[in-house]
């Protein structure tokens, strides 16, 4: 399920960064309160090739994250109030730095990009969407536009740093040699299910396959599940990859035995393990996939650290130290 609220950049900043960025939600309040100001002049706090970062941004991401945690987290006698300062203002450094490479290279994310990605977090959270935001107190407006800046921040590492990242063959075979136990041998099993929405159904339809009627056939006619038109088969399985009062049953299960009725938030599940697979030694060719995806991955990693420490080397900032020692 998606992110009720984008982590704009938050892996690039260290352990204390940021978890709900509202840089614009600063921005809006200066504007709306700009007609009393009698023309004062906005503070900035930094300057990042020629753009700054308010003050007032700065304050509406410094306090959003103490909001987050305990007045614990802050004891008189060490100088953490300080050190989470420092650490949003470089955070959103960082931000504003990849920001101007996006622009730079004319990158950017269309309304239309947008609002289909909203309508697909919007499925996921249903009528509750809206509630959901309000119960944390975040204006749809804001949290809108930092889902645009998620998206344009994946885009531009996609296109600016990983795009070039190739894994050979050879390299990856070398690789699967090298870590025998990325690939480790496991059972599997083949079950098929019959679930139904209601306990007596399920008890009935439990005497019915234990007096010896078919399996794929009752499963066909009853079962409320997807695979239903397979007869209930739901593949080869591992450990693990169901949720646990599932995996539990199944492999406990001998093969060709009917499982206790499991109740699930979907129904009532009945279970019949229908094969097992011992555990096997796994070739290349089983792991190809996953040996491919580890190394891309730590390529990956590797570019994007250097990317950002190019970006930061060549950009001009200036913190106003006066003013952050100043702010409340």
């Not at 090298?178 to 159904?201: G, N």
Request: charged share 30%.
């Amino acid at each position: 399920m998606n992110n009720m609220r984008p982590p704009v950049l938050e892996n690039l900043t260290g352990p204390c960064r940021p978890l709900m960025p509202l840089v614009f939600l600063g921005v809006l309040c200066f504007f709306a309160l700009s007609g009393c100001d009698h023309g004062l002049q906005r503070k900035a706090v930094a300057t990042v090739n020629g753009e700054k970062i308010y003050l007032e941004e700065y304050q509406q991401r410094l306090n959003a994250q103490k909001g987050l945690l305990s007045p614990r987290a802050f004891p008189d006698s060490l100088n953490k109030r300080e050190i989470l300062g420092e650490e949003i203002l470089d955070s959103m450094i960082t931000e504003k730095i990849i920001l101007q490479r996006a622009r730079e290279i004319n990158l950017s994310i269309s309304d239309t990009e947008l609002e289909k990605k909203l309508m697909d977090i919007r499925k996921d959270y249903g009528a509750n969407f809206f509630d959901l935001l309000r119960a944390q107190n975040v204006r749809y407006e804001d949290w809108r536009e930092e889902l645009r800046k998620e998206m344009l921040f994946d885009r531009l590492v996609a296109e600016d740093v990983n795009a070039p990242i190739r894994v050979s063959e050879d390299e990856a075979e070398d690789y699967f040699n090298e870590h025998p136990d990325l690939c480790k041998p496991e059972t599997r099993i083949r079950a098929s299910q019959i679930v139904v929405r209601s306990p007596a159904q399920a008890l009935q339809i439990k005497a019915r396959l234990e007096k010896g009627e078919d399996f794929a056939k009752v499963a066909s006619q009853v079962s409320i599940g997807p695979e239903a038109v397979r007869g209930g088969d739901l593949g080869l399985i591992s450990r693990e990859t169901m949720p646990e009062p599932f995996d539990k049953t199944l492999f406990k299960l001998r093969p060709g035995k009917i499982s206790p009725i499991v109740k699930s938030a979907y129904g009532y599940h009945i279970f019949k393990v229908t094969e097992i697979r011992p555990a096997r030694a796994r070739s290349f060719a089983d792991c190809r996939e996953i040996v491919m995806a580890r190394i891309r991955a730590q390529k990956e990693d590797a570019a994007f650290t250097v990317w950002l420490a190019g970006l930061k080397a060549k950009a001009i900032v200036k913190k106003e130290i006066d003013i952050l020692k100043k702010a409340p």
